[in-house]
């Protein structure tokens, strides 16, 4: 059974940094897309980052280009998110998700991409 476990959340002031982990359990993905998706209150669930775990391929949206670095440890099955200079508009329940397959048609950022999930970790960042 696949479990996407996330950890690292947390309150920090605006400008602040937090590390995300997602460590995967009963899989390894190592040819497939892993993601950051996050969810602020009242508005969709959104894509933050993408990468291929084989070629360490990446891809940010817009919003948090600069600020935001995903990577991985394959040795231990985990995907990161370093979040620097964060902002209130960060705010946002923040999850992991993993892809069964080593493609996908469309946007990265389509939730149908993505056949397993996280639970979810909480960030919040005051001003």
């Known amino acids: 059974q696949v479990q996407l476990v996330e950890s690292g959340g947390g309150s920090v002031q605006a400008g602040g940094s937090l590390r995300l982990s997602c460590a995967a359990n009963g899989a390894k993905f190592q040819n497939n897309y892993m993601a950051w998706f996050r969810q602020a209150p009242g508005k969709e669930r959104e894509g933050v980052a993408n990468?291929?775990?084989?070629?360490?391929?990446?891809t940010y949206a817009d919003s948090v280009k600069g600020r935001f670095t995903i990577s991985q440890d394959k040795a231990k099955n985990t995907v990161f998110l370093q979040m620097n200079s964060l902002k209130p508009e960060d705010t946002a329940m923040y999850y992991c998700?993993?892809?069964?397959?080593?493609?996908?048609?469309?946007?990265?950022?389509?939730?149908?991409?993505?056949?397993?999930w996280g639970q979810g970790t909480q960030v919040t960042v005051s001003s």
């Open positions: 990468i291929y775990t084989s070629g360490g391929t990446t």
């Open positions: 998700a993993a892809s069964g397959r080593s493609w996908f048609l469309g946007s990265w950022s389509r939730e149908s991409v993505y056949n397993y």
